[in-house]
Each structure stands twice: as C-alpha cells, then as structure tokens.
C-alpha cells in the first residue's frame, strides 16, 4: 500500500514532473533545497521509486498527479 503524499511532496512532484530542477522547486515553493531533497526522499520511498523519473511515472499511473 502506497502511503499518501503530503500536499507538499504533491506540490514537488508536479513540478518534478514540469521538469524543474531542486533549485528551482525550492524558489518556487520558498523552501530549502535541502528540504526539497528530503520531500523527493520522502516521494521516491512512498512510491517505490528509485529516481525523479519513476516516481513521475508511478505518480501519473496513479492518478496522483496529471501532466
């Protein structure tokens, strides 16, 4: 069972999935990049992904995000 994303880790992956890297995520969202590397941990563990790219693609199959 997939443990839900937080609005937050929501938020990070659409924009991983627009293509954005970390620093622009964090600017856009006004975090840290650290805590942008810690909510895309946090995604990869709750979706079983191993990269950006699983995880938008696991998220999309999903229904959890759209593009």
Known sequence: MINKLTNQEQ???????KGMINKEIAKELNISIATTKAHLESIYKKLNA????QAVVKAISLDIIQI
Do not use: I, S
């Open 11 to 17: 938020c990070v992956l659409e924009l991983v999935a």
């Open 50 to 53: 191993h990269n950006r790219v």
